[in-house]
């Protein structure tokens, strides 16, 4: 059909990434090609930030911190983010608007998100969005800088393909079981 149709049916997520990953210049292509999404106003409600070597770090301590945990338990929280090169948070920024509610801004900041990660995809790159139940924490908050107007929808985790690593095919689909037409 399409070329955005094949790379759309290519992705898969990549849970195990190498250590190699793009340029802040590389990633920086591909952001201002995902903000092209549907923007209502115009506003660009979303931001991405990349986080690399000691951000990394930094952002498993914030998890431990949200966490809670103590011991093992907060190490192993806190190694979640080296389990990729590179992270790009993606944050929605919604500020209040008479005609674009926060819902709608979020929305968009999700598509930038996903746009991102087919887009990533598409490069080369293997690609795993991830959240948890600490996303929202204010350690985590902190650690990234966010404005008291702005929330982590989550983290790319971009890194090299393995060709050992490749993930398997997706089950298939059942858009059919969740798709209507009214007339």
Same mark, same amino acid.
């Given at each position: 059909m399409g070329a955005t149709?094949?790379?759309? =049916?290519?992705?898969?997520?990549?849970?195990?990434?190498t250590d190699a990953a793009p340029t802040d210049t590389e990633l920086l292509? =591909?952001?201002?090609?995902?903000?092209?999404?549907p923007d209502h106003a115009a506003l660009a409600p979303w931001r991405v930030?990349?986080?690399?070597?000691?951000?990394?770090?930094?952002?498993?301590?914030a998890l431990a911190e949200a966490s809670g945990f103590e011991g093992a338990a907060a190490d192993k929280l806190a190694a979640k983010p080296l389990r990729a090169p590179l992270l790009v948070a993606i944050v929605a920024a919604v500020?209040?608007?008479?005609?674009?509610?926060?819902?709608?801004?979020?929305?968009?900041?999700?598509?930038?998100?996903?746009?991102?990660? =087919? =887009?990533?995809d598409d490069a080369g790159w293997g690609v795993m969005w991830r959240t948890g139940p600490f996303t929202r924490?204010?350690?985590?908050?902190r650690m990234h800088g966010l404005a008291e107007c702005e929330h982590l929808?989550?983290?790319?985790?971009?890194?090299?393909?393995?060709?050992?690593?490749?993930?398997?095919r997706r089950t298939a689909s059942r858009a059919a079981d969740r798709f209507r037409a009214l007339d």
């Open positions: 149709r094949d790379a759309v =049916l290519a992705r898969r997520s990549w849970p195990k990434v292509e =591909l952001v201002e090609a995902a903000a092209t999404v930030i990349a986080l690399r070597g000691d951000a990394r770090l930094r952002l498993g301590r500020h209040a608007h008479p005609k674009v509610p926060a819902w709608e801004q979020e929305a968009c900041a999700a598509g930038v998100g996903h746009a991102l990660a =087919l =887009l990533l924490h204010p350690a985590v908050a929808l989550g983290w790319l985790y971009v890194g090299g393909r393995s060709a050992a690593d490749r993930p398997q």
